[in-house]
């Protein structure tokens, strides 16, 4: 099936902007997908073949439709190989926008601030004792419920409060839990020894695969990832696809208050925004 694009010039209407809407919305959400991916070269190759398949049956149809009938129809399908081809790499992305769009969320916290800090001692306490130990480990702190069923499931649901012990004999090299990584809301530990998908960004040959994962979990979730390394004991923190090496307990602990919402700048903030709110109503 071909469009007749000299056809629609000749006969724009009202309808015609609508038209254009549509198309601008969603080259919008293509070009910021495309860079949120930091792979502008696949957005590229798509609207290459688009423009090519434009070109090919307005010239055709220029003609009334009886040159470039071949050409027509290679272009027609390579584009439809462009987007089959895109969806196959992008499919993991594909499929955690579907499950955001239709999971529904009630994963707010209901944790007191005392709480928080609480949980943030025993993580800690628990890296601290595993980096000295040379004990590997990743934890995912999720304060905004990004994590998903489909991860979740990899591992094996708690739902227990969390502790330094807790935390140290799960990644305890002979617990079978260990391998995978432990995921954290509020102070209770959701589930553990879960799989997370790699990043596919090139990383410090000295990283191994929980360092891939911790960054591969924060590029398309807003969480915060901690990694031990077995190897050397250094600690990392990952947030957005970046990461921090040679974590010391005060970054550690500022990096895990902020995440969780309760580190000085974070409650100055909330505070002001109680005030804000507080004066519209009066």
């Known amino acids: 099936m071909t469009y007749n694009f000299v056809e629609y010039a000749k006969n724009l209407d009202a309808y015609a902007i609508i038209?254009?809407?549509i198309l601008l919305s969603v080259l919008t959400l293509l070009?910021?997908?495309?860079?949120?991916k930091r792979?502008?070269?696949?957005?590229?190759?798509?609207?290459?073949?688009?423009?090519l398949e434009i070109l090919v049956s307005v010239l055709s149809e220029i003609r009334g439709g009886t040159i470039l009938e071949v050409s027509k129809y290679i272009m027609h399908y390579v584009v439809l190989v462009d987007i089959i081809a895109a969806?196959?790499?992008?499919?993991?992305?594909?499929?955690s926008i579907f499950q955001k769009v239709s999971t529904a969320r009630n994963t707010e916290m209901h944790n007191s601030?005392?709480?928080?800090?609480?949980?943030?001692?025993?993580?800690?306490?628990?890296?601290?004792?595993?980096?000295?130990?040379?004990v590997g480990a990743i934890i995912i702190i999720d304060t905004a419920g990004d994590i998903h069923n489909n991860i979740l499931d990899t591992g094996t649901r708690l739902g227990a409060t969390l502790s330094a012990p807790?935390?140290?004999s799960i990644f305890n090299t002979k617990a079978p839990l260990h391998d995978g990584a432990v995921i954290v809301r509020g102070n209770k530990i959701i589930a553990a020894g879960c799989f997370l998908t790699l990043t596919q960004r090139n990383v410090n040959k000295e990283m191994g695969t929980r360092h891939r994962a911790a960054i591969g979990v924060t590029e398309d979730t807003d969480v915060l990832s901690i990694v031990v390394s077995e190897e050397t004991g250094i600690i990392s923190v990952v947030k957005h696809g970046e990461i921090k090496r040679y974590m010391t307990m005060d970054k550690l602990k500022d990096e895990i208050e902020?995440?969780?919402?309760?580190?000085p700048s974070a409650v100055a903030r909330r505070n002001s925004q109680l005030r804000r709110k507080r004066r519209t109503r009066l």
């Open 19 to 21: 038209d254009a809407v």
């Open 31 to 36: 070009i910021l997908f495309f860079i949120y």
């Open 39 to 51: 792979n502008l070269k696949v957005l590229i190759l798509l609207l290459l073949g688009s423009i």
């Open 87 to 95: 969806c196959v790499v992008y499919q993991n992305d594909l499929k």
């Open 113 to 134: 601030d005392d709480e928080l800090h609480d949980a943030t001692s025993e993580i800690l306490a628990a890296c601290q004792d595993m980096a000295k130990q040379d």
């Open 166 to 168: 807790l935390l140290e």
């Open 258 to 263: 902020d995440a969780y919402g309760i580190s």
